[in-house]
């Protein structure tokens, strides 16, 4: 049987943000100290290109500034005592090390690491197994599924109906104000918010996410996290990025899952195989508004470069620029990050900026699609 090859170039398109860019954004605002095990100056390519929280209020990020000596010949020891020493004067909530390429090459044992700096410290830590090769997505997840395994509480359950709000990251959805419409839409319709993992939300909110009746998952970065308080504490969880017009079927699945405690996917109800339009990125947004465009008989598809564990197709299947390519042939319009424009021409192309992908270029022009999504049917009639 030929086995299809797969090419693996981007030649004339970008790539998403790295495995450990995601742990960073995911663990912003909760209290602890991010570290990247990598070389100097990474860190400023996070700082500068994918968190636009950084020059609003302060988190600790930190880089190990791997020695091209300390590569070759390996030196754990200075990494856990640097990192060590940097606790006892921060004071941490918790340590999360994230590994990148250098450290997967060489054999680095993260998770290890992260053990010895506990014992060092007593301060809770946390290896995540990033190595660069991976997008954000895998990053985040690995991240907030730390949090839900070590820190949420076992809490009594509210008496109505209640939620967290899992995967909100400013990767997804950058800091213009998305974050603040999305929880008004779920609120708006006599929701309580337990938490939101993690915008707007404080460490002491997360212990208590045991409480929350439903977790709703707004980007797959928060679908690992789901699964584990799922069985942790028998939460059920609705998939879905709340968008204009597609906001009521969440909230109804939001009430379906809690009456019968099952997991529930809205947009898969609304979107079908073969499509006039193609909207590329992250797979809960997308699906979430091809859902949304449904409703105005717009037929959409999502197509997902990313390795997303919820689209239809093998994770390596649109995992470079020609599958992407031939993903779009049969679409007339493309609804894409502005940095694909060069693998749809000839199709009608539409802007939607997506901060995990051309990072602040275009981050003045991201729609909040949670208010309207009127410009884009406007492009598209």
């Not at 988190?59 to 020695?67: K, N």
């Not at 020891?77 to 940097?86: L, Y």
């Not at 997008?135 to 359950?157: H, P, Q, W």
């Not at 009746?213 to 879905?240: C, D, H, M, Q």
Request: glycine share 6%.
């Amino acid at each position: 049987m030929p086995v299809k090859p797969v090419r693996q170039t981007y030649v004339n398109t970008s790539l998403y943000a790295a495995d450990a860019m995601g742990v960073c954004s995911a663990l912003y605002e909760l209290g602890g100290m991010s570290v990247m095990h990598d070389a100097s100056g990474c860190n400023s390519t996070y700082t500068t290109h994918d968190e636009p929280r950084w020059y609003d209020f302060d988190s600790l990020v930190f880089i190990t500034a791997m020695t091209e000596h300390e590569a070759l010949m390996g030196d754990d020891e200075k990494t856990v005592r640097d990192i060590s020493e940097a606790a006892r004067q921060l004071n941490p909530r918790f340590i999360a090390l994230a590994g990148t390429t250098i450290p997967a090459m060489c054999g680095i044992d993260i998770p290890a690491l992260a053990r010895l700096i506990e014992a060092e410290t007593g301060i809770p830590s946390f290896g995540l197994p990033t190595d660069g090769m991976h997008s954000y997505l895998r990053g985040a997840a690995l991240a907030f599924d730390a949090i839900a395994s070590r820190f949420v509480k076992n809490t009594e359950k509210t008496a109505a109906i209640s939620v967290n709000i899992l995967g909100l990251t400013s990767l997804d959805f950058s800091y213009v104000g998305i974050e603040d419409s999305i929880k008004a839409a779920v609120k708006a319709a006599d929701i309580e918010i337990i938490s939101s993992w993690a915008m707007g939300s404080s460490p002491e909110d997360i212990e208590k996410s045991a409480s929350a009746r439903v977790n709703l998952v707004v980007s797959e970065t928060g679908l690992k996290a789901a699964k584990t308080l799922e069985r942790r504490f028998n939460i059920p969880y609705v998939i879905g990025t709340p968008i204009s017009g597609f906001i009521p079927d969440i909230i109804e699945a939001i009430k379906t899952a809690d009456a019968e405690k099952r997991n529930q996917i809205p947009a898969d109800k609304l979107i079908g195989d073969a499509a006039s339009v193609a909207i590329i990125g992250e797979y809960v947004f997308a699906s979430s508004l091809c859902a949304a465009l449904s409703k105005h008989g717009i037929s959409a598809c999502p197509v997902c470069p990313l390795e997303s564990r919820l689209k239809s197709k093998p994770a390596d299947s649109v995992s470079d620029e020609h599958a992407i390519s031939e993903e779009l042939k049969n679409a007339g319009t493309v609804i894409a990050d502005p940095l694909y424009a060069p693998i749809a021409k000839g199709k009608k192309f539409i802007a939607l900026p997506h901060e995990a992908y051309s990072g602040r270029i275009f981050r003045e022009s991201i729609p909040d699609l949670t208010e309207s999504i009127e410009k884009i049917l406007k492009e598209l009639i």
